[in-house]
């Protein structure tokens, strides 16, 4: 079985409300699709999704869009699609970083791959060790109003699991938001918050001793993703475990988090890491270590939720 051709397309997609988070407010997603065929015409399906072009990591939509054309279709077409380590492993030889160009690659390459043998893809990366994943709501429409009627059609949805995006708003305010959730859907819900590096030190330990008394799971990424010392210093003053997200894009930030004793979870997206073979790197690396790990996503379609979701239910921890 050899790879045919590899070609992409970019779409961009509305928000159904603003999406704010302390880097950037979110409109709309930009989309890059990949589709991988396969010298007998079957065609697998890969996507990186964008929040505010390179602003959440250095790549935009168009970056990708010409990495994956230019320096890498032209070298894997060609080969043997499912050999997909050294499939990974080549382009990593042929471009530096460019995680979410080669996760959308690498996701295309799992999905034919899973298509020609018949298999679904968590069979590919070692079967499934759960049947049921729980998934949490992101708050972050920026209104504390609107974000508790959104939480209450939510619940009754089925939801229990919510994310309050925070580091925009001070602390206090971002600390009476978690309050007034808590208090008005009381203890049947699960609370977290995600800054996206909109802290500093002193900001980010006030507002999580703040919010302690409502039982969050986790806070993530409080600090820039630069700042280890910075995430090692705010876990020793506060009792929520944090979780790091843009901090963790390579195996070896994974270690240099760990050594640090940094964080107490690793935060998981397939794109961040360059696919499913990276994260389940990254996963490994948590599971020596005793971290529990938390699958997030970048607003992704169908097609990126169900690489997410075969990853999420093949792996441990």
Known sequence: MKLKSIKTA?????????????????????????????????????????????TWSEESVESAKAAVELYLAPYLVGKD?????????????????????????????????????????YDLIGGKVRDEIP?????????????????????????????????????????????????????????????????????????????EPFRLDFAEQPVPKEDIDGLSAIARSVSVPLLADESLDSVQNAIQLVKKDAVGMFGLKLTKAGGILGAKRLAAIAEAAGYPCYVGCMIETGVGNAAYLHMAVSTPR
């Not at 999406?19 to 991988?36: G, I, K, Q, R």
């Not at 042929?94 to 799992?110: I, P």
Request: glycine content about 10%; aromatic content about 8%; cysteine-free.
């Open 135 to 211: 998934l949490s709501w992101s708050l972050a429409s920026g209104d504390p109003e609107a974000e508790e009627r959104e939480a209450g059609e939510m619940i009754d949805k089925g939801g229990y699991i919510f994310k309050f995006k925070t580091g925009l708003l001070s602390p206090e305010e971002d600390i009476e938001r978690v309050r007034n959730i808590r208090r008005t859907f009381g203890d049947t819900i699960r609370l977290r918050i995600d800054a996206n590096q909109g802290w500093n030190r002193g900001d980010a330990i006030r507002a999580i001793r703040g919010m």
């Open 10 to 54: 970019i779409v961009d997609i509305p928000l159904k409300r603003p999406h704010v988070m302390s880097l950037m407010t979110v409109h709309e997603v930009n989309y890059l699709f990949v589709f991988a065929q396969s010298s007998d015409g079957t065609v697998g399906y890969g996507e990186a999704a964008f929040l505010g072009g390179p």
């Open 81 to 121: 699609f499912r050999r997909l380590e050294e499939m990974r492993s080549l382009m990593d030889q042929l471009v530096r970083g460019n995680h979410f160009a080669k996760a959308a690659v690498e996701m295309a390459l799992f999905d034919l791959t899973g298509k020609v043998q018949g298999l679904p893809v």
